[in-house]
């Protein structure tokens, strides 16, 4: 019912920056909120920064100053702007939509993950 496909992935040295696209398609307007979640090689997958259809967002304390989640509804996009990466937000970074259809309650997909590696 909802789709999501993450690109912007890259090397970039520390210091550097990236930005990431998430871009939505199916039942768009069902989707409720747009989080992107990140896991490194043998760590557990975290939630790096979340954004509702309110524009309420949220970060993790790791990228809050540094991290910038933006949504462009005409696009079904949305948007990280990563800001003065370090090596330790090396990672698979993956964008994970939450919809919900009607009666059926609440749902969420998964993009496949761009990688994002930091270089120092």
């Known amino acids: 019912q909802v789709q999501v496909v993450e690109s912007g992935g890259g090397l970039v040295q520390a210091g550097g920056s990236l930005r990431l696209s998430c871009a939505a398609s199916?039942?768009?307007?069902?989707?409720?909120?747009i989080g992107w979640y990140r896991q490194g090689s043998g760590k557990e997958r975290e939630l790096v920064a979340t954004?509702?259809?309110?524009?309420?967002?949220n970060y993790a304390d790791s990228v809050k100053g540094r991290f910038t989640i933006s949504r462009d509804n005409a696009q079904n996009t949305v948007y990280l702007q990563m800001n003065s990466l370090k090596p330790e937000d090396t990672a698979v970074y993956y964008c994970?939509?939450?919809?919900?259809?009607?009666?059926?309650?609440?749902?969420?997909?998964w993009g496949k993950g761009t990688q994002v590696t930091v270089s120092s």
């Open positions: 954004i509702d259809s309110g524009g309420s967002t």
């Open positions: 199916g039942k768009t307007f069902s989707v409720r909120t």
């Open positions: 994970n939509a939450q919809f919900r259809l009607g009666v059926l309650g609440e749902f969420d997909s």
